[in-house]
């Protein structure tokens, strides 16, 4: 029997950043750099093919508008495929982080709060 692929953890960010509102590449930089207290600085190489995949996969469109300084910008859109895949994804990965957590708890000479 083959067993589905996970979504990658860069790819899960993404879709989180967009559950909210429309953004473009930059403003999820910064967003995903701010809202993690600066753990995680996703370079723009790594951005954008994790934006053309999620593309590619239906989970995200693309659009352009023009900014309020004037500027065309490519903001990209959670689409309902993107939703399901997310929320889906989103409760796999915490029932994965809570494993982890409990072989972490339970180690000897380790504390977590």
Request: glycine share 8%; aromatic share 8%; no cysteine.
């Given at each position: ?11 899960l ?11 473009y590449?930059?403003q ?6 701010r ?59 915490k ?19």
């Amino acid at each position: 029997m083959e067993r589905k692929k996970p979504i990658e953890h860069t790819q899960l960010l993404v879709l989180s950043l967009l559950a909210g509102e429309d953004m473009y590449g930059y403003q999820m930089i910064l967003e995903l750099a701010r809202r993690s207290d600066h753990t995680f600085e996703m370079k723009e190489g790594t951005l954008y093919p994790v934006l053309h995949g999620l593309e590619r996969q239906g989970y995200v469109e693309a659009y352009q508008q023009e900014a309020p300084t004037g500027r065309v910008r490519k903001y990209y859109h959670l689409t309902r495929r993107g939703e399901a895949a997310l929320k889906k994804e989103a409760e796999a990965w915490k029932e994965y982080a809570g494993a982890v957590n409990a072989v972490l708890r339970s180690s000897t000479g380790l504390s977590l709060a």
